[in-house]
């Protein structure tokens, strides 16, 4: 099915409350030749009964209902079958998701096959943001810097980005 096409790039933008991870990965994705853009949290709407929606820090007011849990898993699977999908065609795909801490590394562990290039966007002005942070992969405050200005930038820097799931 791919020819001789190599296999595309897994790029993963994530964020914090407060800065925007999806329209970054959109514009990152513009910038290359071959890509889609896979918003996670969009592939919510697709359950249209029964749905139960995590907040952006789930365990804020204590333990995640096993439901919300289960459809947050179920979302970052369909949404990772698809970037593999296009990938295998030769396309970059662009992953985004507002995640952080321990739901990041399981988002991290479904993602096969590795590597992925991941782009953290913070606030780094939050005193908070410093303490809580991941040092894995490429951390960039995205403000007050237009999203194209971001995906430029990222272009530039996504080896720095790269782990290994």
Same mark, same amino acid.
């Given at each position: 099915m791919t020819g001789?096409?190599?296999?595309?790039r897994l790029v993963l933008v994530t964020g914090a409350?407060?800065?925007d991870p999806h329209e970054v990965a959109r514009a990152l994705a513009l910038r290359f030749d071959r890509a889609v853009h896979?918003?996670?949290e969009a592939l919510q709407q697709l359950v249209v009964t029964?749905?139960?929606v995590m907040t952006d820090d789930p365990m804020a007011s204590g333990p995640p209902p096993p439901d919300g849990v289960e459809q947050l898993f179920l979302r970052w699977l369909?949404?990772?079958a698809v970037a593999e999908t296009y990938q295998r065609g030769?396309? !970059? #795909?662009?992953?985004?998701?507002r995640v952080a801490?321990?739901?990041l590394d399981d988002l991290l562990d479904f993602v096969d096959p590795s590597p992925v290039h991941l782009v953290v966007l913070r606030d780094v002005a939050d005193p908070t943001a410093e303490? !809580? #942070?991941d040092r894995r992969g490429l951390h960039l405050d995205p403000r007050p810097i237009p999203p194209d200005q971001v995906a430029a930038t990222l272009v530039d820097r996504l080896d720095e980005a790269l782990v290994r799931s």
């Open positions: 001789d096409r190599p296999l595309g409350s407060g800065v896979v918003d996670l029964g749905s139960v369909a949404g990772i030769g396309f !970059d #795909a662009v992953l985004s998701e801490g321990d739901l303490a !809580d #942070a």
